[in-house]
């Protein structure tokens, strides 16, 4: 036999779940566009079947199914892409970080072109050739002057400009490290809200998609460890240093490293080790550090230990060597009348006792920039001088142009080429870096868009699906109320 | 593979992006005339731009510095010349006066022109380029408290003839026209006119001619000739050495003519993009950027929802 009543109940149980998946449809439309959603789908099963007896068995034979049941909503989201996500976000991260820069670098040094620092040199040493050929004639003596002191401003400016942009890049470590302690306070209290609606049963589907969605972001800035407990709780490491544990979150500080004006990453008092913390945090303080480096010719604060394939090392190392190398020909060279001059070209201008000094502090020494018996002051001749037509010293300068005075090979302009070739190379490579990279990254979100996007069209499908269901639920509710009406109003004794 | 709205939105702002991205390459290539703006775009080439750049820069000044040492070779050449000229004039006066034919008048005749030569020497040999002492060496220009090269009391009609003393030095003066490489430009007073510690030099000689002739003897002035010639065959041998100087010079200014094209051709090769090569990748590029936006504003627009209804 039959229980009519059962029927009213699976009819009414289709039409809520037909209304439910309406409902996470909308839900779904409404956030297609929404960072980091995960479209959802109604989990539904079989309602438990009613065993029913058969006339002639007492044993249950036969199940009548009692209608649909709604066992949870769940977001559409494959964990595997995302972890693949995290780990290569890092490498884009710092690889956009080293093209943006060192593009910034390159525009500094402004190669190749007529007008960059190896023009300078060049225009610096044919200056002292042309003296070579006048050497008794103001105006040339004047051209020599100006060309140096050019070349010393070309320098200053280089090293001032490289300086502003190691200050820039410690401000962005600034800013990336506040973003991560934002994120990873967010984590720690989304992991106590997941962990809550999880205990009960329930599915905190848009506080799962919140918190991936910051663990993308906190994945780019530094190389993030990321271990799913099973409390739902996620925590996240740091070469082993816990930024969330569960419910505690321990944030990266900037703290002056010694340097004046530059700090360094710490965590819980010690520092974080520059190779050690990647992404886009770790590049930036390795252009800092590593790629411009530190003055090798800087005022006396406390050392840090030098970076000597640094640009700014390099640079420095570079003037200074030409400053030496001409102070030493031009000390020893003798003025037109045979007086031997003993006066340096370069000077030190922010510490005149130094004999050293890098790209911020080369210039021509005052003596000779002052008016027109400066001029006379610009050595010439070799010692003994054997008249004014001398031009031993020079021609000595005019020729260190090619001499190795960088290295056993390398004259001034092959180690500057050197160093924007090396510059270059890191640019190129990091510019294909991005781009592969980029592309790895958009072929993961490409797949993660395939499992957790939303399609309009699909959802519109469904939406006729549901309707159609819903309808068609409604529609047995129906039969069952005339079957009803039928045995209550159209049968028995009472008419 | 599930397509959804976002894919085909995402993947039509990246085309156009990443095609609008080529297309403003060429347009850079072709409004600045550069394929190279900076070391990253391509290391090598960098590297090889501003070696080339730089060596040109560098020949430029060698040549400058050729063009300097041809004008003072060339005014050098002029000044031995005429050096040459009035040194002959004085030895043709000197074969005249060797004659026993002629008197005393026309012998003192003869050498009151072989003085005016002699101080006509004087002052070829005090010649200057742009204030500077040709013959001087390295004495160059007159120190505060120096003289001229050949200096002598000048004019001094009462006076005996005096020795015309030389304050100039040897030292050549040069150039470097190759790295390493330096030519001399110079050609020192001694070296042409005789050394002061020489018997034979031109001005001691023409000062003893003037006085053999005054004298009238045609033995001594047959000697003194003989000297002259010594004296012209320095001048002759200088001009040589002067113009060997001279052709090597123009030799080296030739080669660098013809290697700062080809070094010019090699940094536009390496610096400069192919201009039609260019043009044509750039229409070609603009046509696959119209056809992506023309397929994807046919992609985007419809749905599901035109057709429910």
């Known amino acids: ?495 | 593979m599930r397509i959804t709205n976002n894919m085909i939105f995402g993947a039509t702002t990246r085309n156009a992006k990443a095609h609008l991205e080529r297309l403003f390459d060429y347009q850079q290539q072709l409004a600045t005339g550069k394929k190279i703006n900076r070391p990253s775009d391509d290391p090598t080439a960098t590297d090889r731009a501003m070696l080339l750049r730089g060596t040109l820069s560098q020949q430029e000044q060698y040549q400058e510095n050729i063009r300097d040492a041809g004008t003072w070779l060339t005014i050098t050449d002029g000044a031995l010349d005429e050096a040459y000229s009035v040194m002959n004039r004085a030895r043709e006066l000197g074969v005249r006066g060797a004659n026993d034919t002629n008197n005393v008048d026309e012998r003192n005749a003869m050498a009151e022109e072989v003085k005016q030569l002699r101080e006509q020497l004087q002052v070829i040999a005090n010649g200057e380029i742009n204030g500077r002492f040709v013959f001087g060496g390295t004495m160059t220009i007159p120190q505060p408290t120096a003289t001229p090269p050949f200096n002598m009391p000048y004019p001094d009609p009462v006076a005996p003839a005096t020795e015309i003393a030389y304050t100039g030095n040897d030292v050549l003066m040069d150039v470097e026209v190759v790295p390493g490489v330096t030519v001399p430009f110079n050609t020192s007073g001694a070296a042409a006119f005789g050394d002061p510690a020489d018997p034979d030099r031109a001005f001691k000689v023409l000062e003893d001619l003037e006085n053999v002739l005054r004298a009238g003897d045609s033995t001594q002035i047959s000697a003194t000739i003989g000297r002259l010639d010594t004296a012209m065959g320095r001048v002759t041998t200088e001009r040589a050495v002067v113009g060997a100087r001279m052709n090597r010079l123009d030799l080296l200014e030739e080669r660098y003519a013809d290697s700062a094209i080809s070094y010019k051709e090699r940094l536009s090769e390496t610096e400069e993009p192919e201009f039609a090569d260019v043009v044509s990748k750039l229409m070609q590029q603009e046509q696959v950027y119209q056809a992506s936006l023309a397929a994807s504003s046919r992609i985007i627009q419809p749905s599901l929802l035109d057709y429910l209804r």
């Open chain 1, 1 to 495: 036999m039959d229980y009519s009543l059962l029927g009213i109940n699976a009819a009414v149980r289709g039409m809520a779940a037909a209304q439910t998946s309406l409902n996470t449809m909308g839900h779904n439309v409404s956030n297609a566009n929404v960072e980091g959603f995960s479209r959802q789908r109604v989990n539904v099963s079989p309602a438990s079947p009613i065993p029913t007896p058969g006339f002639n068995t007492p044993v249950r034979l036969a199940s009548l199914g009692s209608g649909t049941q709604i066992n949870g909503i769940n977001r559409l989201r494959d964990e595997f892409l995302d972890l693949q996500v995290r780990r290569e976000n890092a490498t884009l991260g710092a690889n956009e970080a080293f093209s943006q820069n060192v593009t910034l670098i390159e525009d500094i040094f402004h190669e190749p072109s007529e007008t960059g620092l190896s023009k300078l040199m060049d225009e610096f040493f044919n200056s002292w050739h042309t003296l070579t050929s006048n050497p008794e004639a103001p105006g040339v003596r004047a051209v020599v002057r100006d060309q140096a002191a050019t070349l010393a401003n070309a320098l200053n400016d280089a090293s001032h400009r490289l300086n502003t942009q190691r200050k820039e890049l410690d401000d962005q470590v600034k800013n990336a490290l506040t973003d991560i302690n934002l994120f990873t306070t967010q984590v720690a209290q989304l992991n106590v809200q997941i962990a809550e609606v999880q205990v009960g049963g329930g599915s905190a589907n848009q506080l799962l998609d919140q918190r991936d969605l910051l663990l993308e972001k906190v994945s780019k800035l530094v190389k993030l460890q990321t271990v799913q407990h099973e409390d739902g709780k996620v925590w996240l490491y740091l070469d082993g240093r816990a930024l969330v544990a569960g419910n505690i979150q321990t944030p990266l500080e900037f703290r002056p490293n010694g340097e004046g004006g530059y700090s360094d990453v710490m965590f819980e008092g010690s520092v974080v080790p520059q190779s050690k913390i990647g992404g886009q945090v770790g590049a930036l303080m390795q252009l800092r550090d590593d790629i411009i480096g530190r003055e090798r010719f800087r005022p006396a604060v406390p050392v840090l230990p030098d970076s000597p394939n640094g640009i700014l090392h390099r640079i420095d190392t570079l003037a200074n060597q030409l400053a030496q190398e001409v102070n030493a020909l031009h000390r020893a060279g003798s003025l037109t009348y045979g007086t031997v001059s003993g006066l340096d070209f370069f000077v030190n201008r922010i510490n005149p006792a130094s004999t050293t000094m890098g790209a911020g502090q080369i210039s021509v020494n005052p003596d000779i920039m002052n008016g027109t018996a400066g001029l006379d002051l610009i050595a010439t001749g070799g010692t003994p001088s054997t008249g004014p037509g001398d031009t031993a010293t020079s021609k000595a300068i005019a020729a260190l142009r090619n001499k190795a005075t960088m290295s056993a090979t390398a004259t001034f302009e092959d180690d500057y080429r050197n160093f924007l070739a090396s510059l270059g190379v890191l640019g190129q490579s990091a510019d294909r870096m991005v781009t592969n990279q980029g592309e790895v990254l958009h072929h993961l979100a490409q797949r993660k868009e395939e499992v957790s996007g939303v399609n309009m069209d699909e959802e519109m499908a469904d939406m006729v699906r549901y309707q159609h269901a819903y309808q068609a639920s409604a529609r047995a509710l129906n039969a069952f109320d005339e079957i009803l009406d039928r045995i209550i109003n159209g049968l028995g004794a009472g008419r």
